[in-house]
DNA sequence: TATTGTTATACTCTATAACTATA
DNA sequence: TATAGTTATAGAGTATAACAATA
């Protein structure tokens, strides 16, 4: 993504050619939401990937590595660099399964909850912002399609 | 992303805390189609990045490349590589502007064309499967949802 | 001086392979 | 043998900086 904002955009926007074409239009909302996102959080101790991890850590209790690996569903070589940044800045920390010593447990801080919960406004607000164009109905009935796709079997 | 196919999900998906973020949705969306179209495309001479620049050079022309670049939101310097690509299979090809000599006009050979047109028919029968589960008309909607945050004026 | 194409370089994100320790 | 965490490494994708040619 070139600049995302900073960047002018040509006279004609999307181009007519890909406006229709959902990998074109997905790729660029997500730019876009990004793109909006980061001010929200400069702030806030957590980027969108810190939240996301706090937020299935603290939702699903207690949770190894490998098992927050797989509800993001990202490698578990991802998930150490993850829990690293999160435990350098105290908000989660780490400790040995007792019922099976290879796992560590990861368990969310005080002040990672706190964290958190300052994220999850801004990005809520974020999203608001992001979404109205859309409309209150319209916003909902976005996600709601989203979440099927996501939760859609293989394709999705 | 991890195998986004063979991975196996966990029990819960996604995970609850997430299931409303319209970042991580909006990822696995995109993640998701990705992965529907890339097998799709196998027999095709170009990726979904070389049919969006083919279809915004065959779309107005003529094209510099910076013009295509801006068109597509992408760096120049990411351009060159791109038409790089598609020369080597002979599907553009480079001239000097007649009008301006620092610029490269971009023509969509013959085969390019054929190329683009393949890719297309892949393309959208590959959407139109990713995005049954939504029903045609919510199908419809979802894209008018994502033209239209598309094309907002600066946060989308 | 500014712009276009180009190259070299660097950065981000994430995966694969291999190692250690546990099981 | 298999799994969890870790490290090192590599790849994809894309940006920034600098240069040559041209305007």
């Given at each position: 993504m070139p600049a995302a904002d900073g960047e002018q955009r040509p006279d004609?926007?999307?181009p007519a050619g890909l406006a229709a074409r959902l990998a074109f239009l997905l790729k660029h909302v997500q730019a876009g939401f990004n793109a909006a996102t980061e001010p929200a959080l400069?702030?806030?101790?957590?980027?969108g990937r810190g939240y996301a991890v706090l937020t299935v850590l603290a939702g699903?209790?207690?949770?190894s590595q490998h098992q927050a690996a797989l509800r993001l569903a990202v490698d578990r070589t991802t998930m150490v660099a993850l829990i690293d940044g999160l435990e350098a800045k105290g908000l989660v920390s780490r400790r040995p399964d007792?019922?099976?010593?290879?796992r560590n447990i990861v368990d969310v801080t005080t002040a990672g909850h706190a964290a958190m919960k300052r994220a999850g406004e801004a990005i809520e607000q974020a999203e608001r912002r992001f979404l109205a164009p859309l409309g209150e109905a319209g916003a909902r009935q976005f996600k709601d399609a989203l979440l099927t796709l996501v939760s859609a079997p293989t394709p999705g």
């Open positions: 004609e926007w999307p400069t702030d806030v101790e957590v980027d699903e209790r207690p949770l007792p019922h099976d010593r290879r």
